[in-house]
């Protein structure tokens, strides 16, 4: 069974790039997977997508982001990766990885002073 785990930090200072990667395990990142998604909720709203890297490595974006958000995947340590530039406190959310059924549970940031 594939699970997903996000990690990153969990406060971040505006105008600073955000990090997050999500570990996968119990499968590898590169078998029967068509996207490798980022997903977003902030508070008092609902999901929102951020973007994904396809199998293909090509990747889509959510245009509200203003082209801040890259996602790139490492196959040799199984994980895949959010970087998210210049951000401010609207990017305050719980961040999610998602790939086919699987959800990672959720890593809070706060975008803050």
């Known amino acids: 069974q594939v699970r997903l785990r996000e990690s990153g930090p969990g406060l971040v200072k505006p105008s600073q790039t955000l990090s997050l990667t999500c570990a996968v395990t119990?499968?590898?990142?590169?078998?029967?997977?068509?996207?490798w998604t980022w997903i977003r909720r902030p508070p008092g709203k609902g999901l929102e997508l951020i973007g994904y890297i396809a199998y293909s490595g090509s990747t889509f974006y959510n245009t509200a982001l203003d082209g801040r958000a890259s996602i790139s995947r490492e196959p040799s340590t199984n994980q895949f990766t959010l970087n998210l530039t210049s951000v401010t406190p609207e990017d305050t959310a719980i961040y999610y990885c998602?790939?086919?059924?699987?959800w990672g549970q959720g890593t809070q940031v706060t975008v803050s002073t």
């Open positions: 998602n790939i086919g059924d699987a």
């Open positions: 119990g499968g590898s990142i590169m078998t029967n997977y068509i996207y």
